[in-house]
């Protein structure tokens, strides 16, 4: 990290210094947590460049009038050099008033610090475990995969920038039902490799083509072996072989998005390792988890339902609405007696674990975060745990809906998706909505050339600065911070813009909310657009100025680092800064 101090953190450092003098001074009480105080732009620009809450936040833990306290704050900051005014507004909201030259400073800075301006160490170092994807290993990645992978894999890259160790990880579900009927399904392939006439795919497996060439594979290996073979001489072999295809097409597609993770963790292993067992052991011995029979669901009868006394995590004592069960009547795992385990397991090497699930998995969040809580605080630790729900893409062609069909085999995959529309415009435009939001993708809109496209209207800014850097380069002339002191009022208005990349990395990477990047770098671009549109109506705006060589030069300095920050902000989503489009 470089010592370069970026404009927010400074002030945060002169309100810390502030308040430490006034403690000093007597007029505030030593020891007052200082960790809802902040410092960020007001709501309305008019106000002033900065606003802080600090007095609202300590007045009442101080015991003073808020206003009062901010009069006091008032006069430590304004003696700042870099203020030229700050005043109270309501009821103790201080706002701040800048000097040009902190804008200058601060392009300055972007400049100095490069790919690493808005880089952070509030993590550090800590550890963070975010396990994204996790996609059941009986197929190829489809889009229903899509936008949890890249939220996933955007947040890690967010997480490490703001200094955390990250481990990205997949958690393998290699141990259910499911790959028992991938076994079953492969093993038709591979009769179908062998020159057997096996007819339509049997309800209830899998039938989609991708799985050919596992079971020729099959084949090839043993001949025919297997082919009249009974279920319990191959189905573990043709699991484990399927598994590995599958995991390495699963591999595959993610890495057409540029998505690497550092851990593969099998739930079979798992399972084998004794891990549920050992979970089950503790929980017990603790009083959480004890034998006995759920209520009857509702809207059965007596009739068709058969009680059973089965293993129940006592959840309702974090909240839940009923106690869970962590085995079967036929003494397999349930998912959540596995997957309480399996977070056990990986909280043992993390300081703070995050999960990102499909929408449809919101019935579980309650009650994993209540048995990991339950096991990590029992074993002397207390682990962060946030799960992040993300909903489902709808894919659209010319405006209708896209058909698919697991059940007959016909899907988008994302492959395809990502071949036709390419790595960055799938990228990005999954993080251009809240997760927890509906979200269509269309694929007409999508690669749109036009300012309705964020996509598109993000890396045209990016690919316009380049462009112009390429035409004052024809023309001998160069970007210098020399004559910075020569912008005005409307150019310092996009280093204010740019100036809050830092804090909204930090606040991203505090609420794991990666679109934050995506919405920060669509307000960037909207407000170099804005100014370079002011140009076409007023020559003088422009960024070349043939004639004024200085002021070009400082506009083209300016345009550098407005780029330098849209860049870095694009390489946290995991999209390249186009230099042309």
């Keep these: 990290m470089s ?328 003494g397999n795992w349930t998912y959540f007696g596995a997957d309480l385990a399996y977070h056990f397991q990986k909280a043992e090497k993390a300081d703070a674990l995050v999960d990102i699930w499909g929408a449809d998995h919101a019935g579980t969040v309650k009650r994993i975060k209540a048995a990991v809580a339950a096991l990590t605080e029992g074993a002397g630790r207390t682990i962060p745990f946030e799960v992040k729900l993300v909903q489902m893409v709808q894919l659209l062609r010319d405006g209708e809906p896209v058909k698919m069909s697991k059940r007959a085999g016909t899907f988008v995959t994302l492959a395809d998706v990502v071949r036709e529309v390419g790595k960055d415009v799938v990228r990005f435009t999954m993080l251009t909505r809240k997760p927890e939001a509906q979200m269509d993708f269309d694929f007409a809109k999508v690669v749109e050339a036009s300012k309705d496209n964020p996509v598109f209207y993000v890396q045209y800014a990016h690919a316009r600065i380049a462009s112009t850097l390429r035409k004052a380069a024809d023309q001998n002339l160069a970007p210098a911070a020399d004559h910075i002191g020569q912008l005005g009022a409307e150019e310092l208005e996009l280093v204010k813009q740019a100036a809050q990349f830092p804090r909204t990395v930090e606040a991203a990477a505090a609420a794991r909310e990666p679109h934050r990047i995506a919405f920060f770098l669509g307000d960037l671009a909207a407000a170099f657009h804005a100014y370079w549109n002011v140009g076409n109506d007023r020559p003088d705006k422009r960024f070349i100025i043939a004639d004024a060589p200085e002021l070009t030069s400082a506009r083209l300095f300016l345009a550098i680092q407005i780029g330098q920050v849209l860049k870095n902000g694009l390489a946290l989503l995991g999209v390249e800064a186009v230099e042309e489009l």
């Design 3 to 330: 010592d370069i101090t970026t404009l927010y953190a400074a002030f945060a450092a002169h309100i810390a210094a502030a308040l430490d003098a006034l403690e000093q001074e007597g007029a505030l009480p030593a020891g007052l947590p200082r960790g809802n105080v902040t410092v960020e732009p007001p709501r309305d620009p008019s106000h002033g460049d900065l606003a802080t809450n600090a007095a609202m936040v300590l007045a009442k833990p101080a015991k003073t009038n808020p206003r009062a306290l901010a009069e006091l704050l008032v006069a430590k900051l304004s003696a700042l050099p870099s203020v030229s005014g700050a005043e109270i507004a309501g009821p103790g909201f201080i706002n701040l008033r800048l000097a040009d030259g902190a804008w200058r400073d601060e392009l300055a800075a972007i400049a100095a610090l490069g790919g690493d301006y808005g880089r952070s160490a509030m993590g550090k170092g800590g550890t963070v475990n975010v396990e994204y994807v996790s996609a059941n290993p009986t197929g190829p990645m489809h889009m229903g995969h899509c936008r949890g992978a890249v939220v996933g894999d955007a947040l890690a890259a967010l997480l490490e920038y703001a200094g955390h160790k990250v481990v990205r990880e997949y958690y393998i579900n290699d141990a259910g039902a499911q790959v028992q009927v991938l076994a079953r399904s492969v093993h038709i392939r591979y009769r179908e490799a062998l020159g057997e006439a096996v007819g339509a795919i049997p309800e209830g497996l899998y039938p989609g083509d991708y799985l050919v060439p596992v079971g020729q594979a099959l084949a090839a290996e043993f001949g025919d072996r297997y082919a009249a073979a009974p279920e319990s001489e191959w189905l573990d072999l043709f699991r484990t072989r399927a598994v590995a295809a599958m995991m390495d097409m699963i591999r595959a597609d993610l890495a057409l998005l540029g998505i690497h993770h550092d851990v593969f963790s099998s739930e079979a292993e798992l399972q084998a390792a004794g891990k549920p067992a050992e979970a089950e052991a503790w929980l017990r011995a603790h009083d959480l988890v004890y034998d006995g029979i759920l209520e009857a669901p509702k809207g059965k009868t007596p009739e068709d339902w058969e009680p059973v006394e089965l293993p129940l995590f006592r959840s309702t004592k974090f909240g839940d609405d009923q106690d869970r069960p962590i085995r079967k009547s036929d």
